[in-house]
């Protein structure tokens, strides 16, 4: 499989092979509210926007939660916990589309990836 990331909503975040639990209220010692429990990196910063938003790259779809990553690297999911888009420092992304159906994030029906330079697979 493709191990892609993907968001169970209100409940857990899956990235990098590691799943965190969703806690908006949760913050460490310093008072850093990451939106993950127990995720004390201050680089790392989950939220929820409600209404969903338009892709950054105008690609088509909106998000729901988006996952800033130390890198600086964001990761977009849509309302069900797909991952839509993945956009690095540079303006360079990685746009995910689905075939029709499938449903979340536990089986969802990948239809392509295409990259900022129009390169599908």
Same mark, same amino acid.
């Given at each position: 499989?493709?191990?892609?990331?993907?968001?169970?909503?209100?409940?857990?975040?899956?990235?990098?092979?590691?799943?965190?639990?969703?806690?908006?209220?949760?913050?460490?010692?310093?008072?850093?509210?990451?939106?993950?429990?127990?995720?004390?990196?201050?680089?790392?910063?989950?939220?929820? +926007?409600?209404?969903?938003?338009?892709?950054?790259? *105008? $690609?088509?779809?909106? /998000?729901? @939660?988006?996952?800033?990553? #130390?890198?600086?690297?964001?990761?977009?999911?849509?309302?069900?916990? +797909?991952?839509?888009?993945?956009?690095?420092?540079? *303006? $360079?992304?990685?746009? /995910?589309? @689905?075939?029709?159906?499938? #449903?979340?994030?536990?089986?969802?029906?990948?239809?392509?990836?295409?990259?900022?330079?129009?390169?599908?697979?």
């Amino acid at each position: 499989g493709l191990k892609l990331p993907h968001v169970i909503p209100g409940a857990s975040v899956t990235v990098g092979g590691r799943t965190y639990a969703i806690d908006f209220g949760w913050t460490d010692a310093k008072g850093y509210k990451s939106g993950l429990r127990y995720l004390n990196d201050h680089d790392v910063q989950f939220e929820l +926007k409600n209404p969903a938003l338009p892709l950054p790259s *105008g $690609n088509r779809g909106k /998000y729901t @939660y988006k996952l800033l990553q #130390g890198d600086g690297s964001v990761d977009y999911f849509d309302a069900t916990g +797909k991952p839509i888009e993945h956009d690095d420092l540079f *303006g $360079n992304y990685i746009y /995910y589309s @689905y075939a029709s159906g499938g #449903g979340g994030p536990r089986n969802f029906l990948l239809d392509y990836i295409e990259d900022a330079w129009g390169q599908r697979i």
